[in-house]
């Protein structure tokens, strides 16, 4: 597991995750109960199968609480990013990192052409950057204890 890896490989050993998402005409309180109930920080708003938006928690508290919007009528269309960023499986961890991190955003989506293949989280990247680090350890224990194979 190297920051090189592509996306994709990232999105398999998910596994089959199901990505949750939002329509824009749904309420505030129902995007943040599906928050809740998955014990997740963000949800694609997609509208005709396609990605509008992200609503996430930050949302919420920046353009919801802060501006005076009740969260049962505000729908999520009002209050969430539309100015997404999104890859492809073919980007590599280390590409979404710093996209991530330039951009100051926690949930990447990914894409094949306009269609959405999964969604990753800066957690799902560090999870997967540690990883590889712990296995690359290991390797080099074995070799300087004489267990590594020749």
């Known amino acids: 597991m190297k920051i090189t890896d592509t996306i994709a490989l990232v999105l398999k050993r998910k596994g089959e995750a199901k ?6 005409e749904q309420s505030v309180y129902e995007a943040i109960e599906m928050l809740a109930k998955h014990d997740i920080g963000a949800l694609l ?3 005709d199968n396609k990605l509008v938006g992200i609503f996430s928690e930050r949302d919420f508290a920046r353009k919801g609480i802060l501006e005076g919007h009740h969260s049962r009528d505000t729908l999520v269309g009002q209050i969430m ?8 499986p073919q980007n590599t961890v280390d590409e979404c990192m710093t996209l991530m991190t330039e951009g100051h955003f926690r949930h990447l989506p990914v894409l094949e052409g306009e269609t959405v293949v999964g969604l990753v989280s800066i957690g ?3 999870k997967w950057v540690i990883s590889g680090q712990a296995q690359h350890i290991q390797e080099l224990q074995g070799y300087i204890t004489g267990a590594y194979p020749a």
């Open 81 to 88: 990013t539309s100015a997404v960023r999104s890859v492809s």
């Open 45 to 47: 708003v997609l509208s």
């Open 124 to 126: 799902d990247l560090v």
């Open 19 to 24: 990505v949750l998402a939002i329509a824009p």
